[in-house]
T-cell receptor
Framework: GENVEQHPSTLSVQEGDSAVIKCTYS??????FPWYKQELGKRPQLIID?????GEKKDQRIAVTLNKTAKHFSLHITETQPEDSAVYFC?????????????FGDGTTLTVKP | GAGVSQSPSNKVTEKGKDVELRCDPI?????LYWYRQSLGQGLEFLIY????????KSGLPSDRFSAERTGGSVSTLTIQRTQQEDSAVYLC?????????????FGQGTRLTVV
């Protein structure tokens, strides 16, 4: 089955700095890569996703880049703010009619210091 | 409702008792997941249902854990003879299948405390 590794497990940055979280995966058939944010005491929610036919996607201060050849993708947060402090999970799945099981990374706890 | 609903929100049970946790997925979502999350930890995969296919039970930690999905909709996670190490938040998620976006929508979770 799919194996997803996420690094780092914890990340502390100063407000205004950038944060980068990276995930690697093993199954070359995987083609959908979402990122989820889980604030303290709340449920994980999707913040951005990318499909394998795209190399980069950006939404305001967050972006995701994908390297299909190397089988890794990264979440980039620029101009970090204290409200970005949360646990971030990457996930990997295959979009198809009958499959699509998502495999999650172990999470990265991001702390943005004011 | 429009989202994934879980009940109860909180459950305190005595060691050795059985518990049932319920998940109502988003209508029409064919995929349903159960995860366990201990304080400050990641998402521990338990079980995955997809349509009428046999469920992927590879994450269930012991034979005390079982899950059913009735009619492709509501799911129940049962823990028999609960132990203190079963204490955690149990999260359910559902997603649509197909070649479109298949993001997972999570419920608010059931916080289980075994005393």
């Amino acid at each position: 089955g799919e194996n997803v590794e996420q690094h780092p497990s914890t990340l502390s940055v100063q407000e205004g700095d950038s944060a980068v979280i990276k995930c690697t995966y093993s199954d070359s058939a995987s083609n959908y890569f979402p990122w989820y944010k889980q604030e303290l005491g709340k449920r994980p929610q999707l913040i951005i996703d990318i499909r394998s036919n795209v190399g980069e996607k950006k939404d305001q201060r967050i972006a995701v880049t994908l390297n299909k050849t190397a089988k890794h993708f990264s979440l980039h947060i620029t101009e970090t703010q204290p409200e970005d402090s949360a646990v971030y999970f990457c996930a990997v799945s295959s979009l198809s009619l009958n499959a699509g099981k998502s495999t999650f990374g172990d999470g990265t706890t991001l702390t943005v210091k004011p | 409702g429009a989202g994934v609903s879980q009940s109860p929100s909180n459950k305190v049970t005595e060691k050795g008792k059985d518990v049932e946790l319920r998940c109502d997925p988003i209508s029409g979502h064919t995929a349903l997941y159960w995860y366990r999350q201990s304080l400050g930890q990641g998402l521990e995969f338990l079980i995955y249902f997809q349509g009428n296919s046999a469920p992927d039970k590879s994450g269930l930690p012991s034979d005390r854990f079982s899950a059913e999905r009735t009619g492709g909709s509501v799911s129940t996670l049962t823990i028999q003879r609960t132990q203190q190490e079963d204490s955690a938040v149990y999260l359910c998620a559902s997603s649509a299948s197909g070649t479109g976006r298949t993001e997972a929508f999570f419920g608010q979770g059931t916080r289980l405390t075994v005393v």
